[in-house]
């Protein structure tokens, strides 16, 4: 079993940054492409980023594009979601999930083994 614990949501001002991160417990992180959904209140929630297991290729929500950066450090067991030039259309829970083991279909559904607790972004205009 894996458990993931986002962390580094908070309230920011229209155009500043955040980096979140999700740590993971267990050896097989590595295995695991990982990747970011959000759901904002009354939204259903939707994917932002994700990141194949060998690192080799990211994806994007195109309302994130250009903006935000996913990364993975896998000695640290740790994906990360840098969010630059933020808006307030980007206020969400931000939810780091997981999917094993050597995935290689699409990351941009909800096809995830793994969720974490959530992250609230909050951005003021």
């Known amino acids: 079993q894996v458990q993931l614990v986002e962390s580094g949501g908070g309230l920011v001002q229209a155009g500043g940054s955040l980096r979140l991160s999700c740590a993971a417990s267990g050896r097989t992180f590595s295995r695991l492409s990982m990747g970011w959904f959000r759901q904002a209140p009354g939204k259903e929630r939707e994917f932002v980023a994700a990141?194949?297991?060998?690192?080799?290729?990211?994806y994007y929500a195109d309302s994130v594009k250009g903006r935000f950066t996913i990364s993975r450090d896998n000695a640290k067991n740790t994906v990360y979601l840098q969010m630059n030039s933020l808006k307030p259309e980007d206020t969400a829970v931000y939810y780091c999930?997981?999917?094993?083991?050597?995935?290689?279909?699409?990351?941009?559904?909800?096809?995830?083994?793994?969720w974490g607790q959530g992250t609230q972004v909050t951005v003021s205009s």
């Open positions: 999930a997981g999917k094993g083991t050597y995935y290689s279909g699409s990351l941009l559904v909800n096809i995830y083994d793994y």
């Open positions: 990141i194949r297991w060998s690192g080799s290729s990211t």
